[in-house]
């Protein structure tokens, strides 16, 4: 599996709730895009027929996955997200919502609505609009992430150094 071309990589994430809807709709339209797309289920019950898929894999090979996409689609957990950035890979987030069972909250996406602001990504929030958004994430140009963790340490520095 991992020596081949994925051109879409899509993850649930490591969250216990099931997010099906997004599984039944990427499957629904693997036929029409016409490209080969592996899946990461997670804990969602639903099994797709025109998709590769695995539940979980170690990390290393979860990011090799994601590393030889062309497009990522993922839910709106940070790690999901900022792990697609920092490959520099178009990404699509559909955030997961609570009155289907698909979190524990109402997510208001903060950190999603944000990058999709910025330039960094695509949002879309129905799966009915998912299609539409996957042509728009191959089409747009997206700004490259680049990571603060530099300034953030410094900043911590400077403030450790304060206390002592």
């Known amino acids: 599996m991992?020596?081949?071309c994925l051109l879409i990589f899509v993850t649930v994430g490591t969250h216990l709730q099931d997010f099906s809807r997004l599984l039944r709709k990427i499957d629904a339209i693997a036929p029409l895009l016409g490209e080969d797309i592996t899946v990461q289920r997670g804990?969602?019950?639903?099994v797709p027929m025109h998709c590769k898929y695995f539940d979980f894999m170690p990390r290393h090979d979860y990011l090799e996955v994601?590393?030889?996409?062309s497009l990522v689609i993922c839910h709106d957990g940070a790690g999901s997200i900022i792990d697609a950035l920092?490959?520099?890979k178009p990404v699509v987030v559909m955030p997961r919502i609570k009155k289907y069972?698909?979190?524990?909250?109402d997510s208001k996406a903060d950190l999603a609505r944000k990058l999709?602001?910025?330039g960094y990504l695509q949002l879309v929030f129905s799966?009915?609009?998912l299609n539409e958004a996957i042509q728009m994430a191959r089409t747009k140009t997206f700004k490259k992430y680049v990571s603060d963790k530099g300034r953030l340490i410094?900043?911590?520095?400077?403030y450790l150094e304060d206390l002592s």
């Open 66 to 69: 994601m590393k030889a996409s």
């Open 43 to 46: 804990h969602s019950s639903y």
């Open 127 to 129: 799966e009915d609009d």
């Open 154 to 158: 410094s900043k911590l520095s400077m």
């Open 86 to 88: 920092m490959l520099e």
């Open 2 to 4: 991992l020596g081949e």
């Open 116 to 118: 999709e602001e910025e």
């Open 101 to 105: 069972g698909e979190h524990i909250y």
